[in-house]
C-alpha cells in the first residue's frame, strides 16, 4: 500500500505555527514511507477565504521547503462531487431529507436548553415520508447515523478513542441550498484523493467520529487516523500571539531560516532520544507516528532563536548573501558597491558567531557595507568619543602609516600596541574609540579583524572623519 497524507488548510488567514508543524508531520510521514503528500485548500467558506490567505499558505509552504506531490486540490470547486455522493446516500436509504424549518430548530434547541440536556437534532424526520413535508421548505439532507451501540477509533496517537452513538445526532450532509457541509466534503476528498493517513490536530478529534460514519455508510476504506497535541505557549496557556503564534512570513522576516523552523517544530510533540540538531535527512528516515507524543508541547521563542543561531553558524557564507543583502541595502537606502560587497563577503564569518538570526547579521554586517565616513553611530557609542578619544583617532592614521608593512592583522595589532605604549594609553583606550569610529557600534568583530576587512583607505577615512 502506498502511503498517502494530506494538510488540508482553510485560507482564512496565514499559515500559522500551529499549522506548520501539521504540514512538517504529514509531509516527513510521507517520505518517510516513500509515500505521497498532498495538498488541499478547504476553501468551501466563500465568505471568509481570500486569495490573499492561499497564496500566503503557499509561499509559507513552499519556503519551509514542504513541497508537495502532484496539484494543489480546491475543495470548493468540487462541490458538485460532493452533492453527488450525498445524492447517493439518500437514494441508498443512507440519508433522508429533512423540512424542519429554522424556526422549528431553534424552538427545538430552546427545549433542550431549558431542560439541561445536549443539544442535538432529535431526528424528527428520520422515518417521515417526503409527501408529509411542509410547503415552501426547502429541505437539507441529512446522514442517518446509527443510534445505538459506539464508534471507536484506533488512533496512532491518542490510542483508542469511543464515543457512544447515542451523543451524536443526524448531522447536515447537504444544506437547503446545495452546497456541502465541511464534515461531508472532507470524506469525500479524503476518498478520492486515496488519502491512508489523516494526520491533524486533535482539535479535529470530534470530527473524525462523525466523519468515520460517513465513510462507514459508503463503505470506503477507512484512514488510519493521528491526533496530534496542540501547541502551548512557554506558560501553558493556549497558544496566542503573545507566544509567538504567528504566520510563517513573520518568522521569516524575522530572520529565522526553514530548516531552523522544521528542526524546533519536529521537536514540538516528536522527539528521537536526546537528539535536539536533527536535519531533514535524519528527520525522513526518524520520523514515525508512534513517536509522537500524547501531551501538549510549549512554544519557546528563545530555544527557536538559540536553535536558528546554530544552523545560521552551520549555513555557508554564499547561501547567507542572497538573504542578508536586501536587509544591508534597506538599511543603507540604497545598493551595496563593489568594495562593500567584498567586504561583507570578508567579515560574514566573524559576524555569523555573534548573530541568531539574518536580522541580526545584517545588523552587524552594514558598516562593512558602507562606503564613506563618518559611520552612523548609537548615542552609546558616541558617549565613547570624549576630546581625547578624537585625539587619539586623528593621530592613529599617521601611525598606522608609519607602523606596518602589509595591512593584516597580525602587523596591525603589533602598531596599535605601539601606538598605545608609546603614548602612555591603555590598549583599551585605543581600541574602543576606534571601534566606535570603525563600526558605530560599542560592540563588534575583533577590532584588528575590522581593520584589516576593511582596508587602509577606508579604515583611515573612518577615523579621520570620527577624530574630528
Not at 503528500?37 to 468551501?44: C, F, M, S
Not at 470506503?220 to 503564534?245: M, N, Q, T
Not at 570624549?386 to 608593512?405: F, K, M, N, Q, Y
Request: charged content about 25%; aromatic content about 6%; overall charge neutral.
Amino acid at each position: 500500500m502506498t502511503i498517502v497524507t494530506r494538510f488540508a488548510p482553510s485560507p482564512t488567514g496565514f499559515l500559522h505555527i500551529g499549522g506548520a508543524r501539521t504540514a512538517l508531520f504529514n509531509w516527513l510521514y510521507a517520505r518517510h514511507h516513500g509515500g505521497k503528500y498532498l495538498l488541499r485548500i478547504e476553501d468551501t467558506d466563500r465568505a471568509r477565504s481570500t486569495p490573499t490567505a492561499i497564496d500566503a499558505i503557499l509561499d509559507g509552504l513552499s519556503w519551509l521547503g514542504l513541497d508537495w506531490d502532484g496539484d494543489v486540490t480546491y475543495q470548493f470547486a468540487r462541490a458538485g462531487r460532493h452533492a453527488e455522493i450525498a445524492q447517493q446516500m439518500l437514494a441508498e436509504g443512507k440519508a433522508y431529507h429533512c423540512y424542519a424549518s429554522p424556526a422549528e430548530l431553534e424552538e427545538m434547541r430552546s427545549a433542550q436548553r431549558r431542560a439541561g440536556v445536549p443539544i442535538r437534532y432529535d431526528g424528527r424526520w428520520r422515518d417521515r415520508k417526503p409527501e408529509d413535508a411542509p410547503p415552501g421548505i426547502a429541505p437539507v439532507i441529512r446522514l442517518k447515523a446509527p443510534q445505538n451501540g459506539r464508534t471507536v477509533i484506533q488512533d496512532a496517537v491518542q490510542g483508542e478513542v469511543t464515543v457512544e452513538n447515542a451523543v451524536l445526532d443526524d448531522m447536515i450532509l447537504l444544506r437547503a441550498d446545495g452546497t456541502p457541509t465541511y464534515m461531508l466534503a472532507v470524506v469525500v476528498d479524503d476518498q478520492d484523493m486515496g488519502v491512508t493517513h489523516v494526520i491533524r490536530g486533535d482539535d479535529h478529534l470530534n470530527n473524525a467520529f462523525r466523519q468515520l460514519q460517513i465513510i462507514r455508510a459508503m463503505g470506503w476504506p477507512e484512514p488510519v487516523y493521528a491526533h496530534i497535541p496542540l501547541i502551548h505557549g512557554s506558560d501553558g496557556a493556549k497558544l496566542s500571539k503573545r507566544h509567538g503564534a504567528l504566520g510563517i512570513d513573520a518568522y521569516r522576516d524575522m530572520g529565522f531560516l526553514p530548516a531552523a523552523l522544521r528542526n524546533y517544530l519536529l521537536r514540538l510533540g516528536w522527539g528521537h532520544g536526546d537528539d535536539e540538531i536533527i536535519s531533514t535527512r535524519q528527520a525522513i528516515e526518524w520520523f514515525d507516528l508512534p513517536a509522537v507524543g500524547r501531551s501538549a508541547s510549549r512554544f519557546d521563542m528563545v530555544k527557536l532563536t538559540n536553535l536558528n543561531a546554530h544552523y545560521l553558524r552551520e549555513t555557508p557564507d554564499e547561501e547567507l548573501l542572497p538573504l542578508v543583502l536586501p536587509l544591508i541595502e534597506a538599511r543603507l537606502g540604497g545598493a551595496v558597491d563593489a568594495a562593500g560587497m567584498e567586504r561583507v563577503r570578508r567579515g560574514m564569518s566573524g559576524v555569523k558567531p555573534r548573530s541568531r538570526t539574518v536580522v541580526e547579521l545584517a545588523d552587524n554586517l552594514v558598516f562593512y557595507a558602507r562606503t564613506g565616513a563618518p559611520v552612523p553611530a548609537d548615542d552609546k557609542a558616541r558617549a565613547q568619543l570624549t576630546p581625547d578619544a578624537r585625539r587619539v583617532l586623528s593621530s592613529l592614521p599617521a601611525a598606522l602609516d608609519e607602523g606596518i608593512a602589509d595591512w593584516s592583522e597580525k602587523a596591525l595589532e603589533d602598531a596599535i600596541r605601539r601606538f598605545a605604549e608609546a603614548n602612555g594609553l591603555k590598549l583599551g583606550q585605543v581600541a574602543q574609540p576606534l571601534r566606535v569610529a570603525l563600526t558605530g557600534s560599542t560592540a563588534s568583530p575583533g577590532i584588528f579583524e575590522v581593520l584589516a576587512i576593511l582596508g587602509p583607505a577606508e579604515a583611515k577615512a573612518r577615523l579621520l572623519a570620527a577624530g574630528g
